[in-house]
């Protein structure tokens, strides 16, 4: 089960902030992709992430989750647990690992995450480029114990189909848009960019 685990938040303000970030991608996601939300003790709110989302789409949404926090310095205040399945992050030797994702910097010039897997493999990743491996990075990857039985539980639910208005891409890229959002969509953009880029250099070569 792929989720996010966050802290300092109650449960109507994540699915709040969860429905702005969708808006920010109105064509990115499949209408039928869900979110389920679940409240566990210590304030803490419990994301079920739906199987289409993938490593990028996840770090997005935790930077996201964790710039809203009054003290967005505490990393481990919102961390994402997934199984890997995609190559736009990691390399594809890593599918079926589990992965921990936790913000290493929101700022508007630095936004990036860590990701560790659960072999204690490392990197960082700003959102251009290549992830980079951190050596000697000290962290442990531990799933918490308050999952259990928690899949089970009754949850409140969210589709992307249901909150998408028919607005355009561009809307996002307005001036009075936040530096965050445009930042989120500039990675998007680079993303998809280089992905054409490499095919015609394949296709022509």
Same mark, same amino acid.
């Given at each position: /089960?792929?989720y996010?685990k966050?802290?300092?938040?109650q449960?109507?303000?994540? @699915?709040?902030?969860v429905?702005?970030? @969708?808006?920010? $991608?109105?064509?990115s996601? &499949?209408?039928?992709? &869900?979110?389920?939300?679940?409240?566990?003790?210590?304030?803490?709110? %419990?994301?079920?992430?739906?199987?289409?989302?993938?490593?990028?789409?996840v770090?997005l949404?935790?930077?996201? #989750? *964790?710039?809203?926090l009054?003290?967005?310095?505490?990393?481990e205040?919102?961390?994402? $647990?997934? *199984?890997?399945?995609?190559?736009?992050i990691? #390399?594809k030797q &890593? $599918?079926?690992?589990?992965?921990? @994702?936790?913000?290493?910097? *929101?700022?508007?010039d630095? *936004?990036?995450? %860590? %990701?560790l897997?659960?072999?204690?493999?490392?990197v960082?990743?700003?959102f251009?480029?290549?992830?980079h !491996?951190i050596? &000697?990075?000290? +962290?442990v990857?531990?799933?918490?114990?308050? /999952? =259990?039985?928690?899949?089970?539980a009754q949850?409140?639910e @969210?589709?992307?189909?249901d909150i =998408?208005?028919?607005?355009?891409i561009? !809307?996002?890229?307005?001036p009075?848009a936040?530096?965050?959002?445009?930042? /989120?969509? $500039?990675a998007?953009?680079?993303?998809?960019?280089?992905? %054409?880029?490499? +095919?015609?250099?394949?296709?022509?070569?």
């Open positions: /089960m792929d996010i966050v802290k300092g938040l449960k109507d303000e994540v @699915i709040g902030l429905k702005e970030w @969708i808006k920010l $991608y109105p064509h996601f &499949n209408p039928e992709v &869900n979110f389920w939300f679940y409240e566990i003790p210590d304030n803490q709110v %419990i994301i079920g992430l739906h199987d289409d989302l993938s490593t990028l789409a770090s949404l935790v930077i996201y #989750l *964790t710039s809203a009054s003290d967005n310095s505490a990393t205040n919102v961390v994402a $647990y997934l *199984t890997v399945d995609d190559n736009e990691l #390399l &890593n $599918y079926g690992r589990r992965a921990k @994702i936790v913000a290493k910097s *929101t700022d508007e630095s *936004t990036g995450v %860590i %990701i897997l659960e072999n204690n493999y490392c960082e990743y700003y251009r480029g290549k992830a !491996q050596k &000697n990075h000290g +962290l990857f531990a799933e918490p114990d308050e /999952m =259990i039985g928690v899949e089970n949850k409140d @969210i589709f992307v189909g =998408i208005p028919k607005k355009k561009e !809307q996002s890229l307005e009075d936040s530096p965050l959002k445009k930042l /989120m969509w $500039y998007v953009c680079t993303v998809v960019g280089l992905g %054409i880029g490499f +095919l015609l250099v394949y296709l022509y070569f």
